[in-house]
């Protein structure tokens, strides 16, 4: 594959140990699950390309520790990123109740502009579910954040999760862009509004 | 040679030992190569061929088996096939060994006869490394049936490696856990077993810490998980009541995940003397006595926590230990290669990014666990240093191993390439290639740099 692309943005993968971080990350990526996955240790790295509104997009993706003694190295990747996938999983509701304090190292260490997606996992659950979707959904509107439950297990909306996050990442810097110079063709974004039922415009993933 | 029907029928199930501390071929396999040698009558079947030319060529066979058929015989139906305690290995056949060693010159003499040139050096070659290996356990068994262990003695002979069947002993003589002097060890050891045994009774029985709990038992099902024994309950019990009590007993750190690989060498270890042929992989623990599970659980425990009271740093908060071996191996990296670490530079690579893996798990991530387990015998051998400072100048020569293939890599591609580096066909023979230029480059560099102590 020729390694060409027009943007590269960099993405976290963060949230309570297993969630379901490498995994989404293997089902991305890869189009793998691994039911014997390891703990992550430290960081791990993978990227993908994609494409978004016409534009071929590399999204080069960080997966980090889930566990807290490990914040201190994790928050390192944080500097640089665009993107950040806040993981928790649907049946373990205290990995859920963990979001804000996810939410608080973001605010410390990562930019402002930041686009964060509230990401339930495993979702194939149904039997076990112990976070309402709702509940997740409302939460996620007041704090700002994009939201979508997916699975790495079935597959479920995890190419849609990165290209929604993908898709409103490029259009929050094409906007910034156009402000700065004259940047044509592109379409003002809806800004940080909570596009979780919003479909990317068509965009299909191209590679990997 | 009136011998010969019995050994083969024995032998078959006997492994013939490799030279480096590993279980070695199974005899079977080695006397098939052997046969594979000599001119291959045409209509005979497989055991025919096999034993003619053990009558011919394997004069070594002769010699040392009638000892090791007995002893395997007897143990076979004293303990319907299962090897016994580790303690008293081998010092039944031990004595007779020196006598037995293998005539090298004879050998190659009687195979002059045949005329395969190549194939008789090769046996030839076979012969003195079973030699190597038969003198080798002699000298480690010397000094660990010693009254009082020599253990500056064991430190030396391990450092190369040390022989699997001696390996549960001499690890836990150099870490520590077991008592130097013999007349103490028995005593001392059944009470470190039920120190350990009323911990854990003791820490189940007073309230869970929640958090370390919930982070032990998720990490559990997930350790060693390409290998079959660790998906066994009674295995997985036991690693969470060792982690447990382990976090528990050690608050400044607690229980940290990569912990939980490193009980696994000592698990594997100490299993080993209760596997017959297979590798203890797939070893079905129910088939190992309730007791000695339970004896091992404890020793586990203990050898892992003498483990890490010497790398202590690389758990606490923050993890000082390994940041501080991260910038050591970094520095080390520079004055190997500079041309290595600019590219890594120029391409925007921290070590940070790829080695602290290396340091948090001691490189068990990255080799399989035959591997580790040789490494481990070098480092216990080292002393408190071997896994830290000494593991710094492993790393960097495992990083050395690598460095034509990063150079010619971009940024992305290194980083691919270094989280899942193509290892898992490594044996012995290259940890131990890495094992020398680690201690090359430690001869080289230590004196130089006090900072990496």
Redesign the interface.
């Known amino acids: 594959m020729a390694?060409e692309y027009d943007f590269l943005f960099k993405i976290v993968l963060i949230g309570d140990?297993?969630v379901g971080k490498s995994n989404i990350l293997g089902r991305f990526t890869r189009n793998e699950f691994n039911?014997?996955?390891?703990?992550t240790?430290?960081?791990?790295?993978?990227?993908r390309t994609v494409t978004v509104d016409g534009k071929v997009i590399k999204a080069?993706i960080w997966d980090t520790?889930g566990?807290e003694?490990?914040r201190?190295?994790t928050a390192?990747y944080y500097r640089g990123a665009v993107g950040a996938l806040l993981m928790y999983d649907i049946s373990k509701p205290?990995t859920y109740e963990g979001v804000n304090r996810w939410l608080n190292e973001l605010r410390e260490h990562a930019v402002s502009q930041i686009v964060i997606m509230l990401v339930g996992n495993k979702c194939d659950l149904k039997h076990l579910r112990a976070v309402s979707t709702d509940e997740a959904r409302q939460f996620a509107e007041e704090k700002k954040l994009l939201f979508i439950e997916t699975s790495a297990l079935d597959a479920t909306n995890v190419e849609l999760a990165f290209q929604n996050i993908l898709t409103e990442i490029y259009r929050q810097h094409a906007e910034q862009t156009t402000l700065q110079a004259d940047f044509a063709q592109i379409k003002p974004s809806q800004g940080q509004t909570i596009s979780f039922t919003q479909q990317p415009d068509e965009s299909k993933s191209s590679c990997c | 040679m009136r011998r010969q029907p019995e050994m083969a029928e024995v032998d078959r199930t006997e492994y013939v030992f490799g030279e480096n501390g590993g279980l070695g071929a199974p005899s079977s396999s080695f006397f098939r190569r052997i046969a594979s040698m000599a001119p291959q009558p045409s209509d005979e079947d497989e055991s025919d061929t096999f034993q003619r030319t053990v009558g011919a060529g394997y004069t070594y066979a002769d010699q040392i088996a009638p000892n090791k058929i007995k002893r395997t015989k007897s143990r076979q139906d004293k303990h319907k096939g299962r090897r016994g305690s580790y303690f008293d290995l081998d010092d039944d056949w031990d004595a007779n060994v020196e006598h037995n060693l293998v005539d090298g010159a004879k050998f190659k003499k009687s195979l002059a006869g045949q005329a395969m040139e190549s194939a008789e050096s090769l046996a030839f070659a076979e012969c003195e490394e079973m030699n190597n290996r038969i003198s080798r356990i002699r000298r480690f068994q010397a000094v660990l049936d010693a009254p009082i262990v020599d253990l500056a003695h064991l430190k030396k002979l391990s450092y190369t490696g040390v022989p699997e069947e001696l390996r549960p002993k001499t690890w836990q003589l150099l870490l520590g856990y077991l008592a130097p002097n013999g007349e103490r060890r028995e005593r001392t050891l059944a009470k470190k077993r039920q120190e350990y045994h009323n911990g854990v009774q003791q820490v189940f029985n007073t309230g869970l810490d929640e958090q370390m709990w919930h982070q032990i038992s998720i990490d559990v099902p997930r350790t060693n998980p390409h290998i079959k024994l660790y998906s066994h309950p009674i295995i997985q019990k036991a690693l969470e009541r060792i982690l447990y009590l382990w976090a528990i007993r050690h608050p400044a750190s607690g229980y940290v995940q990569g912990i939980n690989d490193l009980v696994t060498p000592f698990i594997q270890t100490f299993l080993q003397p209760h596997v017959e042929h297979a590798s203890v992989d797939d070893l079905d623990p129910e088939t190992v006595p309730q007791q000695s599970m339970r004896d091992i659980e404890a020793d586990a425990y203990w050898c892992l926590t003498k483990l890490l009271d010497g790398i202590q740093d690389n758990y606490i908060h923050a993890q000082p230990g390994i940041h501080k071996q991260v910038a050591q191996l970094q520095d080390l990296c520079t004055r190997l290669d500079r041309n290595l670490v600019e590219h890594l530079r120029s391409e925007g690579i921290e070590f940070m990014q790829f080695s602290f893996r290396w340091m948090n798990c001691l490189l068990m991530r990255e080799v399989p666990m035959g591997c580790t387990i040789r490494i481990w015998d070098t480092y216990i051998s080292e002393g408190p240093q071997g896994f830290s400072a000494f593991h710094v100048y492993v790393c960097a020569a495992f990083l050395n191993y690598w460095k034509e293939q990063i150079k010619v890599k971009d940024f992305q591609d290194i980083m691919v390439f270094l989280q899942a580096l193509p290892t898992a066909d490594w044996t012995e023979k290259e940890v131990e290639l890495i094992l020398s230029e680690a201690f090359l480059f430690q001869t080289l560099y230590k004196t130089g740099s006090a900072h990496l102590k």
């Open positions: 390694d140990s297993g039911l014997e996955s390891k703990s240790i430290g960081v791990e790295f993978a990227t080069q520790a566990q003694r490990y201190a190295i390192a205290e």
